[in-house]
């Protein structure tokens, strides 16, 4: 609590207030790509790109970091934080429309994220998983701390749903004494990055995905098959996946390629810590120390038969796009990006000769 307090700032947030909504007023980018007219668009993909500048120029310098010898009292490291979220997040979270607490978004956008808050009582944390962001190895741990596996490293496939709490199945006051006392957490990564992974992931490897989503993708959106009825759902290429993506509700969509914004809702929830896969081991451990979890429970290695998504072949599948296209995906992802600070992708056409 205290900590996210130290790093928020009145002098950085009312600068990068003003220069985001001179630009693009928050209703319009709350309401998502759907309904917004590509002006809008175009003008909130240049507003995050400021404010991402800003970050670059020094915003942050403003920012006061907890004093050393505070940490050094709590046994810390210094906390590890993905910074720009609680500067330019919260900034971005304190405008007019945005939701303050879960209980002012609408009932559906409510369940979603409740149905991703698990809870641990015993060391009271609320832990937000986002799919394809190490959300298994979470669960793992969540597990072992409730005593309902021995190890984290125990050989079995992972049940997404057993011995879990979800924040869901608690009534309204329970939930609120949770929200307000608790730790809460959640893990964050390149937005094209998890939308590589889930659909390298889902569309290469698991056949129920590919008879549920690629059969109708492959109906949509490849010439002439709209009829056929031998279609297994089984060769969905990246191209495709994005077309669909581009006419899916942001709301609506399937959990794996759900803005990261909609599954956890970081402005109606005020997070205490937002870790990312790009430091996943070091923000673990941070996150592990600070809800005093035993010192045997670990944060689980990769597995073997994990394939990392490399920067060359995320540039490779975004290139395999007509750039145009990838410019319209862009915002659909547009909060993820800005929240979490995230450079958008670069979309030129030179890029790509690279
Ligand atoms: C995009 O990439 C091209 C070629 O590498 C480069 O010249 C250009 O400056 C980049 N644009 C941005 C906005 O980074």
Same mark, same amino acid.
């Given at each position: 609590m205290s900590e996210r307090l130290l790093r928020r700032s009145d002098g950085v947030r009312s600068v990068s207030v003003t220069s985001f909504r001179s630009a693009a007023s928050p209703g319009s980018v709350r309401r998502g790509s759907a309904v917004l007219p590509s002006v809008l668009t175009f003008l909130v993909i240049v507003a995050s790109g400021g404010l991402l500048l800003m970050i670059e120029k020094g915003m942050l310098n403003g920012v006061e970091t907890p004093s050393p010898r505070g940490n050094a009292r709590r046994g810390l490291q210094k906390p590890l934080f993905k910074e720009p979220l609680l500067t330019c997040g919260t900034t971005m979270c304190s405008q007019k429309n945005m939701p303050r607490s879960i209980w002012s978004l609408s009932p559906p956008q409510r369940k979603t994220v409740l149905q991703h808050i698990l809870v641990n009582d015993e060391y009271r944390f609320l832990y937000c998983y986002v799919p394809k962001v190490a959300c298994s190895n979470w669960k793992r741990v969540l597990k072992v701390l409730s005593g309902a596996l021995e190890s984290v490293d125990v050989n079995i496939k992972m049940d997404h749903r057993s011995?879990?709490?979800f924040l869901s199945s608690l009534k309204p006051e329970e939930i609120s004494y949770r929200l307000k006392h608790y730790f809460k957490f959640m893990f964050v990564r390149e937005p094209m990055e998890r939308l590589l992974s889930a659909y390298r992931n889902k569309f290469g490897e698991i056949e129920s995905y590919q008879k549920k989503y690629g059969v109708e993708i492959v109906r949509r959106y490849r010439k002439g098959r709209a009829k056929e009825a031998s279609l297994t759902g089984d060769d969905v290429t990246f191209g495709e996946f994005v077309r669909y993506l581009l006419d899916e509700d942001a709301e609506h969509m399937n959990e794996h390629w759900?803005?990261? @914004?909609?599954?956890?809702?970081?402005?109606?929830?005020s997070y205490d810590f937002i870790g990312s896969y790009e430091h996943l081991e070091r923000d673990?451990? @941070?996150?592990?120390?600070?809800?005093?979890?035993?010192? =045997?429970?670990? =944060?689980?290695?990769?597995?073997?038969? @994990?394939?990392?998504?490399?920067?060359?072949?995320?540039h490779y599948y975004l290139c395999t796009l007509p750039q145009k296209l990838l410019r319209e995906l862009l915002p659909k992802y547009i909060l993820d990006f800005s929240l979490f600070a995230y450079p958008l992708p670069n979309t030129t056409i030179e890029h790509c000769r690279h």
């Amino acid at each position: 609590m205290s900590e996210r307090l130290l790093r928020r700032s009145d002098g950085v947030r009312s600068v990068s207030v003003t220069s985001f909504r001179s630009a693009a007023s928050p209703g319009s980018v709350r309401r998502g790509s759907a309904v917004l007219p590509s002006v809008l668009t175009f003008l909130v993909i240049v507003a995050s790109g400021g404010l991402l500048l800003m970050i670059e120029k020094g915003m942050l310098n403003g920012v006061e970091t907890p004093s050393p010898r505070g940490n050094a009292r709590r046994g810390l490291q210094k906390p590890l934080f993905k910074e720009p979220l609680l500067t330019c997040g919260t900034t971005m979270c304190s405008q007019k429309n945005m939701p303050r607490s879960i209980w002012s978004l609408s009932p559906p956008q409510r369940k979603t994220v409740l149905q991703h808050i698990l809870v641990n009582d015993e060391y009271r944390f609320l832990y937000c998983y986002v799919p394809k962001v190490a959300c298994s190895n979470w669960k793992r741990v969540l597990k072992v701390l409730s005593g309902a596996l021995e190890s984290v490293d125990v050989n079995i496939k992972m049940d997404h749903r057993s011995d879990l709490l979800f924040l869901s199945s608690l009534k309204p006051e329970e939930i609120s004494y949770r929200l307000k006392h608790y730790f809460k957490f959640m893990f964050v990564r390149e937005p094209m990055e998890r939308l590589l992974s889930a659909y390298r992931n889902k569309f290469g490897e698991i056949e129920s995905y590919q008879k549920k989503y690629g059969v109708e993708i492959v109906r949509r959106y490849r010439k002439g098959r709209a009829k056929e009825a031998s279609l297994t759902g089984d060769d969905v290429t990246f191209g495709e996946f994005v077309r669909y993506l581009l006419d899916e509700d942001a709301e609506h969509m399937n959990e794996h390629w759900m803005p990261v @914004y909609n599954l956890c809702q970081p402005c109606a929830v005020s997070y205490d810590f937002i870790g990312s896969y790009e430091h996943l081991e070091r923000d673990s451990d @941070y996150v592990l120390q600070r809800i005093g979890a035993p010192p =045997f429970v670990r =944060f689980p290695e990769r597995q073997t038969w @994990y394939k990392p998504v490399t920067t060359e072949t995320l540039h490779y599948y975004l290139c395999t796009l007509p750039q145009k296209l990838l410019r319209e995906l862009l915002p659909k992802y547009i909060l993820d990006f800005s929240l979490f600070a995230y450079p958008l992708p670069n979309t030129t056409i030179e890029h790509c000769r690279h």
